[in-house]
C-alpha cells in the first residue's frame, strides 16, 4: 500500500496538474508587478486562477461537420500506419476549454472516426489506428466535461484491446494491426487476446511511436474521464459486458476452448492460464476504476459523491449475466460493449468485488463448474480487483 500511495505522490508531481497554469501566471504577475513598482506604473490586472479563465476555442463548422460523416471522420483522425499525420489530429482535437457545446461536438467526432459503423460491423485498421491517435493527442490533457462520454464509448468499443497487455512495445508493431496480424497461431495463442472476432482490426495501444512526444495509456485516459459520471457509467457497464462474454465462452472447467495440440506449450496448466490472465485484467480495470473514483473524490474532482453515485446508477444500463451454455460465436468489441442487459443492476454499483463474483457464481453454477475450479477462479478475479484498487496494473 505505501508503494501504491509513493507511485501516486510521483505521478501527482510529474503530471501537469490543474493549477499549473495558475503557477505560471504567478510568476508572470509577480514579475510584472515588481516592474511596474519601479516604474511608479499603475496598470489594472487581471489575474486567472484557474483554467477555466482561458479563452475558449471556437470549434470550426466544418469540424463539427465531420462527427456526421463517418468515413470523412476516420480520414481526419487517421494518423496512418508511419504516424505521419498525427500531429494533425492532435491539433484537431485537443482543445482545452471549446467553447459552448463545442466539447461534445469533439466527443462525437471522436466517436464517429472510431467506432464501428453499426451493429455486428468490425473496426477497420483506419478506425483502430485513429483510436491510437486519440488516445495519444489526449495523453496528460484536461480532457473538458461534455468530451468525457463520446471519448467513454470510444473506449468501451475497444474493450477487448484495452484488457489485454503484449508485454514489450516490441510485440506491437504499429499502432493497429490487421485480423490477420492478430490470429492465433498454431497453439491457438494470440496476444491481442482470444474469442477475436474475423476480421477485425486492433489498436495497438502498447506501440511505442517513431513520432515524438507520443505516448498512449488508456488507463490515464480512463482516469481523467471517469470524474463525470456517464463516462464512469459507460466504462463500467463495457467492462461488466466484456466479463459475461468472456466467461461465457469458456469451458465447463473455465479454460480456453481454442487451445490446440494437447497441453498448451505458453502456460502449460491445460488451458487455465490464458483464462486466467484475462479474467485478472478484467478485474483489475474495473478495481481501476474505483481506485479512479477515489481518487477524484479526494482531490475534488468529484466533489459530491453521493450525487455522483446516483448519477451513475442512473446512466448505469443494467447487469450483465453470461448464459446458461457455452457460447461459440465471436461478436466484434463494439457488440460486446453493446451486449443486451441482463436485467436491472443490484446491489451496491460500486462494490465491484460483489458484481463480480455473484457473476461468477450464478455461470459456475449453471455450467456445473467444479467447485475447486470456481474458487480458484474467484481468487485470481478477487486479488486482481484488490490490485487494481490498490496498484493499478
Known amino acids: 500500500m505505501s508503494d501504491g500511495g509513493a507511485a501516486e505522490q510521483a505521478e501527482a508531481e510529474t503530471r501537469p496538474g490543474r493549477f499549473a497554469r495558475l503557477r505560471r501566471h504567478w510568476l508572470l504577475t509577480s514579475a510584472v508587478t515588481l516592474a511596474l513598482l519601479a516604474t511608479a506604473t499603475t496598470v489594472p490586472l487581471v489575474l486567472e486562477d484557474s483554467g ?10 466544418s469540424t463539427r461537420a ?11 483522425l487517421d494518423p496512418g500506419d508511419d504516424m505521419a499525420r498525427y500531429p494533425a489530429v492532435r491539433k484537431l482535437i485537443r482543445q482545452e476549454n471549446p467553447c459552448g457545446d463545442g466539447a461534445r461536438a469533439l466527443g ?29 493527442a489526449l495523453d496528460w490533457a484536461e480532457v473538458p ?47 491481442y487476446g482470444r474469442f477475436l472476432a474475423p476480421g477485425e482490426a486492433h489498436a495497438n ?25 456517464e463516462a464512469f457509467a459507460i466504462l463500467y457497464d463495457a467492462e461488466r459486458a466484456y466479463f459475461a462474454h468472456y466467461l461465457e465462452r469458456l469451458t465447463s472447467r473455465g479454460g480456453n476452448p481454442d487451445r490446440r495440440h494437447g497441453d498448451d506449450p505458453h502456460d502449460g496448466s491445460a488451458g487455465t492460464d490464458w483464462s486466467d490472465k484475462d479474467l485478472e485484467a478484467i478485474a483489475a480495470r474495473i478495481g481501476a476504476l474505483m481506485r479512479h473514483r477515489a481518487t477524484h473524490t479526494r482531490k475534488g474532482g468529484i466533489p459530491d459523491l453521493a450525487a455522483f453515485d446516483r448519477a451513475v446508477r442512473q446512466h448505469t444500463r443494467g447487469s450483465y449475466r ?7 460465436s465471436r461478436p466484434p468489441m463494439g ?26 457464481d450464478a455461470w459456475a453454477e449453471a455450467r456445473n463448474v467444479p467447485a475447486e475450479r470456481t474458487a480458484a477462479m474467484g481468487q485470481v478475479i478477487d486479488n486482481a480487483y484488490v490490485r487494481g484498487i490498490w496498484l493499478g496494473f
Open 322 to 328: 453470461p448464459a446458461a451454455r457455452q457460447v461459440t
Open 108 to 136: 462525437a467526432l471522436i466517436e464517429a472516426a472510431t467506432r464501428a459503423d453499426r451493429p455486428g460491423a468490425v473496426h477497420t485498421v483506419a478506425q483502430a489506428r485513429a483510436a491510437y491517435a486519440v488516445v495519444a
Open 205 to 229: 495501444f502498447e506501440y511505442t511511436s517513431p513520432a515524438p512526444d507520443v505516448e498512449t495509456h488508456p488507463d490515464r485516459l480512463i482516469e481523467e474521464v471517469v470524474r463525470t459520471p
Open 335 to 360: 457488440d460486446i460493449a453493446d451486449r443486451p442487459v441482463s436485467g436491472p443492476l443490484r446491489g451496491d454499483p460500486t462494490d465491484g468485488r460483489h458484481q463480480l463474483l455473484t457473476v461468477l
Open 66 to 76: 465531420l462527427a456526421k460523416d463517418p468515413a470523412a471522420a476516420t480520414r481526419a
Open 145 to 191: 466535461d461534455g468530451m468525457a462520454p463520446g471519448l467513454a464509448r470510444m473506449l468501451a468499443d475497444y474493450v477487448v484491446d484495452e484488457a489485454r497487455y503484449l508485454g514489450s512495445s516490441d510485440d506491437a508493431p504499429g499502432p493497429a494491426v490487421t485480423s490477420e496480424q492478430a490470429a492465433p497461431d498454431d497453439e491457438g495463442y494470440t496476444p
Open 52 to 61: 477555466d479563465d482561458v479563452p475558449c476555442q471556437d470549434i470550426p463548422a
